[in-house]
């Protein structure tokens, strides 16, 4: 089944301890993103990767890391996590920028 | 600035009534314009894509139409289903591969 997977799901995390967001692909598709979701806001672009070791900075990059090794993942890191980072956060890809994006099911982070 | 605006916030209809969500934006200069569902806790699904040639676009029961003038879209949905309670969000997206998202429009359907 062609699908976008992240984990966790659920994640709650003190301030400060690093943690990293796995996401995979298994359409063979170039171009991922990662998204954060807050309430009353539209999705908002953290990174994105347009091909392997591609990556640049979308509207909300600062505190975030990502790197594209490989084509089917991109993990998303938080070097030192703060409590604003709490957010619902989507990883999604498609085979370019111009054509449909698939979600993942999302990751609920709370960093207390 | 680029800005993607969705009308209404919300919409509540009784079920097998149609609708129609609207979506006017700002982004310059555009590349295309996409249509999502998102059901509440989940990643959203596309619903349609749209070029600036293109003038309109179904997915089976929903319609979307592209005003590139006008700079304005909106998507209708024929004989609305209880599946179809979901938030709509407008995406568009420009020549830079930056995508401006709506905050989405909230449409609940009623038995």
């Known amino acids: 089944e062609a699908q976008v997977t992240q984990n966790p799901r659920y994640l709650i995390t003190v301030t400060g301890k690093k943690l990293t967001v796995t996401c995979s692909q298994n359409?063979?598709?170039?171009?991922m993103s990662w998204y954060r979701q807050d309430p009353g806001l539209g999705l908002r672009q953290i990174y994105y990767?347009?091909?392997?070791?591609?990556?640049d900075k979308g509207d909300v990059p600062e505190g975030y890391k990502v790197s594209r090794k490989e084509k089917r993942n991109f993990p998303l890191i938080l070097e030192s996590p703060s409590p604003n980072q709490t957010s619902l956060y989507f990883c999604?890809?498609?085979?370019?920028?111009?054509?449909?994006?698939?979600f993942g099911q999302g990751t609920r982070l709370t960093v207390v | 600035k680029n800005q993607v605006e969705q009308s209404p916030q919300s919409l509540i209809i009784l079920e097998g009534k149609n609708c129609t969500l609207q979506c006017n934006y700002t982004v310059s200069p555009f590349s295309n314009l996409r249509w999502y569902k998102q059901d509440t806790g989940r990643g959203p699904v596309s619903l349609t894509i749209m070029t600036f040639s293109e003038n309109t676009k179904s997915n089976g029961r929903y319609t979307a139409t592209l005003d590139a003038d006008t700079k304005q879209s909106s998507l209708h949905i024929t004989a609305s289903q209880l599946s179809d309670s979901a938030s709509y969000i407008c995406?568009?997206?420009?020549?830079?591969?930056?995508?401006?998202w709506g905050a989405g429009t909230k449409l609940i359907i009623k038995p």
């Open positions: 995406v568009v997206k420009d020549s830079n591969y930056q995508l401006i």
């Open positions: 999604a890809s498609s085979f370019t920028g111009n054509t449909e994006a698939f």
């Open positions: 990767s347009m091909n392997v070791e591609v990556t």
């Open positions: 359409m063979n598709h170039e171009y």
